[in-house]
């Protein structure tokens, strides 16, 4: 079975793109995989996280991805933060990685912005913190969003590169695995930037703990043209906003955009963000109930991450305990 790692920040509550771009397909490959998941704190520390909020918000985002229906007893879940190995290979590939990679990312540019002097030096070197992610636990394929695909090559640049410095052919390739047709969903105040957690606007997101009345809200004000949608796919040419609503709905609904146009084409928004909105009510709330019933345990939940970090560790600890050795540190 192929061991496939991937994570989730706990910057915030998850959102429907984290939902459709990433956790969804988490869900479906539990049945073919050997799969390790991960609440990457140590990932969401590279912007400021109010201590307060963040602890709370890290043990909502491990309830909703029980929620959504990761299952911790077939497969491990746990906290980034709790299995060393993580933060011990990242070192030794800040040590492999070059700065002229870095700065091509094109996540980092989007996150420093124009304060690029103040953002920390953990946001740019977040990159090589998540291929020990991967490469702690030798897995071969990552599911992510779309956004996530440079940071995969540049993974992989970094064990190319270890593998040839040391010698060795001790690093596997990795995969992106970008799956569904929503693989980047939008934001919904501007259709060319993608959905965040982060984002300073709430409605320029919907929160898997959105009720429904503020999910079919934001939906009524998200932003669009005054054109009809189209009936065929090219209607939708430089029209960001009405593609991600589409996209959206395609996703939810599993159809092919076509087929969500040729049923709604021709009509106003009005109509068809009524009917989105029901999609995604109907899709979001009994998540959102779930996850309320796992957060009214909190210790059940906390169980679960313990139990998946032992696990977790049990795998990464003994590689990288072999890189360091191929690295030349004596250990003693
Ligand atoms: N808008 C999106 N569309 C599709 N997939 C998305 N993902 C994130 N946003 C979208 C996928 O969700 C997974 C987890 O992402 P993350 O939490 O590690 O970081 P991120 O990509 O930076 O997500 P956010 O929501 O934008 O968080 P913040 O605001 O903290 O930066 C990844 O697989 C990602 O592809």
């Not at 201590?51 to 497969?75: N, S, W, Y």
């Not at 982060?198 to 005054?226: C, F, G």
């Not at 139990?307 to 250990?331: H, L, N």
């Amino acid at each position: 079975m192929q061991r496939i790692f991937s994570g989730i920040q706990p910057s915030g509550v998850a959102t429907l793109g984290n939902y459709l771009g990433a956790i969804r397909n988490w869900v479906a490959l539990q049945d073919e995989h050997e799969c390790i998941y991960c609440v990457v704190d140590l990932h969401a520390i590279t912007e400021w996280q109010n201590p307060k909020d963040f602890a709370q918000q890290t043990r909502e985002m491990a309830a909703v991805l029980l929620a959504c229906g990761i299952d911790p007893t077939r497969h491990i879940l746990f906290l980034q933060s709790s299995v060393r190995a993580h933060a011990q290979l990242a070192w030794i590939f800040n040590c492999v990685a070059r700065i002229g990679w870095l700065n091509r990312m094109t996540q980092f540019k989007d996150k420093a912005g124009k304060n690029r002097e103040n953002a920390s030096t953990g946001l740019y070197v977040y990159p090589n913190l998540m291929a020990a992610d991967i490469l702690a636990y030798k897995a071969t394929a990552v599911p992510v969003g779309e956004d996530q695909r440079q940071h995969l090559e540049l993974a992989n640049d970094i064990a190319q590169k270890f593998n040839h410095d040391y010698g060795v052919d001790f690093f596997p390739n990795i995969q992106p695995l970008i799956l569904g047709v929503a693989a980047r969903v939008m934001s919904l105040r501007d259709g060319t930037k993608k959905m965040s957690k982060s984002d300073p606007s709430d409605q320029s997101r919907i929160n898997l703990n959105d009720d429904a009345d503020t999910i079919a809200l934001k939906i009524r004000r998200a932003k669009t043209d005054p054109e009809p949608l189209p009936s065929e796919m090219e209607g939708l040419a430089n029209r960001p906003e009405a593609r991600n609503l589409v996209g959206i709905y395609a996703a939810l609904a599993d159809m092919d955009a076509d087929s969500v146009l040729r049923d709604h084409g021709g009509k106003g928004f009005g109509a068809f963000k009524e009917a989105l909105a029901a999609l995604v009510v109907d899709r979001l709330s009994p998540i959102a109930a779930e996850t309320r019933r796992y957060l009214a345990d909190p210790a059940s939940v906390d169980a679960v991450l313990r139990d998946g970090a032992g696990r977790a560790a049990a795998i990464a600890d003994p590689i990288v305990a072999e890189v360091e050795r191929m690295v030349g540190f004596i250990g003693v």
